[in-house]
């Protein structure tokens, strides 16, 4: 695949996860919602991209790294793509190891009796989300700036 297009592909595509886990972490912080309204947001949302974005997660490290290959005679360009393939790995592993189990407890309540600690599992979703979101923007920041470096 030709270096344009590599590049291409991988800010777009870490654009689109950066900006996916930004706009949930500024538009949907569950803390004043009801348990129904979190059950049933939670729910629709994790339906809705649970098989989505650990897809397009992988494309975008994927794309990092070749990315980050095809830089190998740039020291700097390769190492930062490096650095933000890993900020991006970060995430995934993140979201695997941390979110996605929580994402299969919740898929069994019922939005009429939650569990009684449905708070504290809310609260540790919520700070993997966080972590996620860091991660993520960090990788894309990388993504970004080594591009534009190497365009230069």
């Not at 695949?1 to 912080?29: D, E």
């Not at 309204?37 to 974005?53: F, G, K, P, R, V």
């Not at 009429?112 to 809310?122: E, H």
Request: contains cysteine.
């Amino acid at each position: 695949m030709s270096l344009q297009l590599v590049r291409f592909l991988n800010i777009i595509m870490a654009g689109i996860m950066a900006g996916a886990v930004f706009v949930i972490w500024v538009g949907y912080n569950p803390r004043g919602y009801s348990a129904e309204t979190y059950i049933e947001q939670q729910q629709s949302t994790i339906m809705a991209l649970n098989t989505l974005m650990p897809l397009l997660g992988l494309l975008t490290i994927i794309l990092t790294l070749t990315a980050s290959y095809q830089h190998k005679d740039d020291r700097t360009i390769m190492v930062t793509l490096l650095i933000a393939a890993g900020f991006m790995i970060a995430s995934g592993l993140t979201t695997r190891f941390g979110n996605q189990p929580i994402n299969a407890i919740v898929m069994t309540w019922d939005k009429a009796t939650p569990p009684a600690d449905w708070t504290t599992l809310r609260d540790q979703w919520w700070s993997y989300h966080i972590v996620r979101t860091i991660t993520t923007c960090c990788g894309f920041a990388l993504v970004v700036w080594g591009t534009i470096r190497g365009v230069a």
